[in-house]
């Protein structure tokens, strides 16, 4: 991942807390924990700072040290993700179909949203039943660009439409995306479905996407989306932007 960028410094702000914040995030973002070394470089701080903040946050339970010196998140952070998850509606309204979406592909489903112009935040996630899986993406992000799930949020992909790409963020993962609207016509998350490249065919690629187009139009029609077929009614053969 490319070094975090620090918030402007305005009269009100902190340097340390904006610092003590990269670091949060960087260990939050930091798939199975960062070293003190990889977290100096993405923070851009040097070691001796980063420890004396990470010893710090990890005082109060936003990070833990693990016993092979990498940081992961702590108690709080954890606590904090999970009552801010919670307030989100849209986080209810995708347990369902992530649910159902798992266990009719037999691979991890997932609810997405953008951040900003540039990345996606993984909201929530149902891990495959299969024994082999892919990581927990839950709490990363991720570009939007070059990736299903930021087509779909960004426009690149359309009403019925679902997208797919191989080997972009992980070069073992296959992802298939399809967006969810508002009432008003904005598209506000994405539902994925990601799994190993192996086992996942052009054919496997075609039911994903039938699955999700199917679950985004619900989705959809459940938050007023006049443009998305209703619940329980037959959905047009969806089709396929590549990605």
Not at 24 to 30: D, F, G, Q, T, Y
Not at 156 to 164: H, I, K, L, M
Not at 194 to 206: E, F
Request: aromatic content about 4%; glycine content about 10%.
């Amino acid at each position: 991942m490319a070094p975090l960028t620090s918030a402007p410094h305005g009269a009100g702000s902190t340097r340390a807390v904006d610092r003590a914040l990269d670091l949060i995030l960087a260990v939050a973002e930091s798939a199975g924990g960062a070293s003190l070394t990889e977290l100096a470089r993405r923070t851009t701080l040097s070691a001796s700072t980063a420890l004396r903040l990470l010893s710090t946050l990890s005082a109060r339970g936003f990070v833990e040290r693990h016993k092979d010196g990498r940081y992961v998140a702590g108690a709080s952070m954890r606590a904090l993700a999970a009552t801010v998850s919670r307030t989100e509606p849209l986080y209810e309204l995708a347990g369902p179909h992530l649910e159902e979406l798992a266990a009719t592909t037999g691979e991890t489903s997932n609810l997405a949203i953008a951040i900003d112009a540039r990345r996606a935040l993984y909201l929530r996630q149902v891990a495959s039943p299969r024994l082999v899986q892919t990581v927990s993406w839950t709490g990363r992000t991720i570009p939007l660009r070059g990736t299903a799930v930021g087509a779909a949020l960004t426009g690149g992909v359309g009403c019925g439409e679902y997208t797919a790409t191989r080997r972009t963020i992980e070069p073992d993962v296959t992802a298939v995306a399809a967006p969810v609207f508002a009432a008003d016509g904005r598209i506000v998350c994405a539902i994925s479905v990601i799994a190993p490249t192996y086992r996942t065919s052009d054919d496997d690629v075609a039911s994903h996407g039938g699955a999700l187009v199917a679950h985004a139009a619900a989705m959809s029609a459940a938050l007023g989306c006049s443009a998305q077929a209703a619940p329980g009614e037959p959905i047009a053969a969806p089709s396929r932007r590549s990605g």
